[in-house]
T-cell receptor, first 113, second 111 residues
Framework: DADVTQTPRNRITKTGKRIMLECSQTKGHDRMYWYRQDPGLGLRLIYYSFDVKDINKGEISDGYSVSRQAQAKFSLSLESAIPNQTALYFC????????????FGSGTQLSVL | GENVEQHPSTLSVQEGDSAVIKCTYSDSASNYFPWYKQELGKGPQLIIDIRSNVGEKKDQRIAVTLNKTAKHFSLHITETQPEDSAVYFCAGGAGSYQLTFGKGTKLSVIP
């Protein structure tokens, strides 16, 4: 079983719809992240969380929100999806204290029509 | 903030040849430089990293070099194999939540 699991793997939605992407991990890591990947643009950080009560905005947080329901669960929401949010989304985890290795999930391909 | 430039964007090599991917960074406070490999349909996976107090690091067929003065670092893959075909990302920063990624290099190893 994957250590970092993202659901769904693929999602097609319409402009204006609310959508949630979910991430769960079995690695026991405190830190969790949401990244967005666009062709030719690399990976950009949306939000990160160091523990259940600590949520921080990343480089491109506008239009997104997150919830850390438990140490193992971190979800990303798009309150009102728009076409330029079409991208590949990755959840990642890392250990606290030592740095810095990120463990990524397999990604969610989101298409907003 | 940090700006990481990665070149080339695509690279094709013959099996057995070496491949080199180069990155430059702008923030002198950056002290951690990882390289990630992303295979088709999968998330990125760390393959090697280097800290600013080290000039070179090797792990079997892969090596990374860092020039702090010039603010650039490079990934070297020797004796390339078809399974090395993937997209490679460099990154730089002062912490896992502060990493700035390059735009990626698609490496194709031709059998």
């Amino acid at each position: 079983d994957a250590d970092v699991t993202q659901t769904p793997r693929n999602r097609i939605t319409k402009t204006g719809k609310r959508i949630m992407l979910e991430c769960s991990q079995t690695k026991g890591h405190d830190r969790m992240y949401w990244y967005r990947q666009d062709p030719g643009l690399g990976l950009r950080l949306i939000y990160y969380s160091f523990d259940v009560k600590d949520i921080n905005k990343g480089e491109i947080s506008d239009g997104y929100s997150v919830s850390r329901q438990a140490q193992a669960k971190f979800s990303l929401s798009l309150e009102s999806a728009i076409p330029n949010q079409t991208a590949l989304y990755f959840c990642a985890t890392s250990e606290s204290g030592t740095i810095e290795k990120l463990f990524f999930g397999s990604g969610t391909q989101l298409s907003v029509l | 903030g940090e700006n990481v430039e990665q070149h080339p964007s695509t690279l094709s090599v013959q099996e057995g040849d070496s491949a080199v991917i180069k990155c430059t960074y702008s923030d002198s406070a950056s002290n951690y430089f990882p390289w990630y490999k992303q295979e088709l349909g999968k998330g990125p996976q760390l393959i090697i990293d280097i800290r600013s107090n080290v000039g070179e690091k090797k792990d079997q067929r892969i090596a990374v070099t860092l020039n702090k003065t010039a603010k650039h670092f490079s990934l070297h893959i020797t004796e390339t194999q078809p399974e090395d075909s993937a997209v490679y990302f460099c990154a730089g920063g002062a912490g896992s939540y502060q990493l700035t990624f390059g735009k990626g290099t698609k490496l194709s190893v031709i059998p």
